[in-house]
């Protein structure tokens, strides 16, 4: 396993390319249209989620490594975003890595266990090749072998479903995130 120093250079020269290939573009890039299933069962589509900031992860349930923190994390800056009264302009989007575990019984479970408040939180899940492309399309490397390999990439999309900001700083510091979220809301 790499070091702390590995992972923190590896997280930067990641961030690196990601500001670098967002630059290039000169566009904006948009989020990837998509038909999941959430927690409940019912199905959600990327156009229904516009009109709100979105503050999208990528988790699987039996994850023990990054998984955890980045749930508690977002589950305190939407503590905060509530605190705030920003809940009803946005919402937190977690797509899982392991659909083949994740259905949304896993997945109300899992909300449970972190007390996420459903009211303004989608888990979403869905068919292997549906949860692969719309993965692929937002950017994080996730491999499934044995177990699967994945980064902390927590994505922003603003209200028109442009994607502000992709960032992948493990800690996820909910002071500037929520900073993060209050420029995008204006």
């Not at 670098?20 to 069962?41: H, I, N, Y």
Request: aromatic share 4%; hydrophobic share 45%; with cysteine.
């Amino acid at each position: 396993m790499a070091g702390g120093g590995d992972v923190r250079a590896l997280a930067a020269a990641l961030a690196g390319l990601l500001l670098l290939s967002a630059c290039s573009r000169g566009q904006a890039e948009m989020m990837p249209t998509f038909e999941l299933v959430d927690q409940t069962g019912a199905v959600v589509k990327s156009e229904t989620l516009r009109g709100r900031v979105l503050v999208v992860s990528f988790v699987f349930t039996t994850c023990a490594e990054a998984c955890p923190l980045i749930t508690a994390q977002l589950a305190r800056t939407q503590s905060r975003v509530r605190t705030e009264k920003l809940d009803g302009r946005v919402n937190f989007v977690s797509i899982t890595l392991d659909p083949a575990t994740d259905r949304p019984e896993v997945l109300r479970r899992y909300a449970d266990a972190y007390g996420l408040d459903l009211a303004s939180w989608h888990l979403l899940t869905g068919a292997s090749d549906d949860v692969g492309r719309v993965v692929r399309a937002f950017g994080p490397n996730a491999t499934a072998r044995e177990r699967i390999v994945h980064g902390s990439l927590v994505v922003l999309v603003d209200e028109k479903g442009r994607i502000a900001e992709r960032r992948t700083d493990l800690e996820l510091d909910p002071d500037r995130l929520l900073g993060s979220l209050r420029k995008l809301l204006g």
